[in-house]
Nanobody, 122 residues
Framework: QVQLVESGGGLVQPGGSLRLSCAAS????????MGWYRQAPGKQRELVAA???????KYADSVKGRFTISRDNAKNTVYLQMNSLKPEDTAVYYC????????????????WGQGTQVTVSS
């Protein structure tokens, strides 16, 4: 079973920045795609960013240009740098792993953990 632990969330003012981290275990990290997801109250979980084993990335239109996903295979960790945060970014953020950035929005290998809360408010 793939285990993932998210961290780095918190309360930030609009326009601020946060860097989320996701530490993965129980899988061969370097060959898997990784994704960041978020879920706001009353809304479905959505993929916001994904990165392939080779470093290719994709982003939801709502975050493109503001968020950057990266990975450090040596540390089995994926990051999400979030800049220019908006109140609508408020959500619980989760990470997971899958076979490709093209499929990770619909199928993941890991279980969903606790996530990390991001609150953007003045």
């Amino acid at each position: 079973q793939v285990q993932l632990v998210e961290s780095g969330g918190g309360l930030v003012q609009p326009g601020g920045s946060l860097r989320l981290s996701c530490a993965a275990s129980g899988s061969i990290f370097s060959i898997n795609a990784m994704g960041w997801y978020r879920q706001a109250p009353g809304k479905q979980r959505e993929l916001v960013a994904a990165i392939s084993s080779g470093g290719s990335t994709k982003y939801a239109d709502s975050v493109k240009g503001r968020f950057t996903i990266s990975r450090d295979n040596a540390k089995n960790t994926v990051y999400l740098q979030m800049n220019s945060l908006k109140p609508e970014d408020t959500a619980v953020y989760y990470c997971n792993t899958g076979s490709s950035i093209g499929s990770i929005d619909r199928f993941v290998f890991g279980s969903w953990g606790q996530g990390t809360q991001v609150t953007v408010s003045s």
